[in-house]
């Protein structure tokens, strides 16, 4: 008989990230206390999971699990009392994670894992107050968390190297595909390549040499299809022809001393640079509601996967072994 990871989750902090936890933990009929102070937090959540929902009925005909229920908790203590992992999700601020994390150990069960959503501060800092450090982690998502699969794991110094392990259990049996960051740096993986283009986009609005329509265009109409099926490396390693990587860096590897790069620099964020950016993105997208830009996000992202999948390949792949699971569940 199937028995799932943990039965019993809690989330602390329930805003964009949290409340794709929410959704990605009942998708696999995890049960989840979520604590958050906002009075709209409801409503929001709620339409975080009619998107899931939706996207989950796109995205397989798998036998999927039955859902989890979800409760909004009135307090951490009561989030968290019985939980066998606790998902961390409040603002990228290290005196509310810090008080978060005092709360949540006054109550959590003594081997439950906590776990941040961070995406940047270094775990050794997050857990160095923490009475038992050795069950936290950092397990990095990306919006929205109940599609995209990706998920990195950071331990920090004081970090039990099971709590990774059994980590990665847990995530993968969600669907994900963790991937473990084996040295702590601040930005992880992904947010530094992330940061590295974002501040390029911000220079290039900056300078008045393309507005943020004409950037997206340069992304979705080129290098961001590559991205999606194959990274940087190996995209590069077939830019070099039959001579693979070696002839590519002799190629490109002079232009890195060109001028094409402000990446150690950042334009000042001027009330003017800021009221340009906002501007030109209303141009772009102010046609849409946030809801639509949702929708229209996610069916595209079901649409990337399934076409992934039919050729088995990266996040295609994880959808691929996450629905054999679901299968091989189903008749057991
Ligand atoms: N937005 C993203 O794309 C993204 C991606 C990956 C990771 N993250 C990380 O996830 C975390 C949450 O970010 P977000 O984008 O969801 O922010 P958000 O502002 O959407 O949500 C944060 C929520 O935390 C709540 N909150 C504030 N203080 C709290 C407390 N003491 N206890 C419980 N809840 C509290 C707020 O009411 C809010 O609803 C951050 O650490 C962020 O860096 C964000």
Redesign the pocket.
């Known amino acids: 008989m199937h028995t799932p990871l943990v039965r019993k989750a809690a989330v ?7 409340a794709g936890w929410v959704a990605r933990l009942i998708e696999n009929g995890v049960h989840v206390r979520t ?4 009075d709209d ?1 409801s409503s929001k959540l709620e339409a975080v999971l009619i998107n899931s929902r939706h996207a989950y009925q796109e995205l397989t005909n798998a036998p999927r699990h039955e859902e989890g229920q979800v409760e909004i908790a009135s307090s ?1 203590a009561e989030a968290v009392r019985d939980a066998g992992v606790i998902i961390e ?4 601020r290290l005196d ?1 994670k810090r ?2 994390y005092e709360e949540i150990e006054d109550s959590a069960l003594s081997d439950a894992i906590v776990a941040s ?3 940047g501060i270094m775990p050794s800092i997050l857990q160095d107050q923490m009475r038992n450090p050795e069950r936290f982690l950092v397990t ?4 929205p968390v109940y599609l995209i699969p990706l998920v990195e794991l950071v331990a920090g110094r004081q970090t039990d190297p099971q709590t990774i392990e059994r980590a990665g259990l847990l995530f993968d049996s969600f669907g994900m595909h963790p991937l473990h960051v084996r040295k702590e740096i601040e930005g992880f993986i992904a947010d530094r390549l992330l940061e590295a283009v974002w501040r390029e986009a911000l220079w290039l609005v900056n300078d008045g040499i393309a507005t943020t329509g004409e950037i997206d265009d340069a992304v979705r109409f080129g290098f961001g299809l590559r991205y999606a099926q194959m990274g940087i490396f190996d995209t590069y390693r077939m830019a070099g022809g039959e001579a693979g990587m070696r002839h590519f860096i002799a190629q490109f590897g002079p232009c890195l001393k060109w001028p094409w790069t402000k990446l150690m620099d950042v334009p000042e964020l001027t009330p003017e640079l800021i009221d340009l950016i906002a501007d030109q993105s209303d141009d772009q997208s102010g046609h849409l509601t946030h809801a639509e830009m949702e929708r229209l996000r996610d069916d595209n992202l079901v649409a990337l996967v399934q076409a992934l999948k039919t050729k088995g390949f990266g996040a295609g792949e994880t959808l691929a072994r996450y629905e054999r699971m679901l299968e091989s569940r189903d008749q057991t």
């Open positions: 602390i902090g329930c805003g964009v990230i949290g604590f958050d102070p906002a937090v951490v999700a409040v603002p990228e509310i008080a978060a959503s961070t995406s990095h998502p990306f919006n």
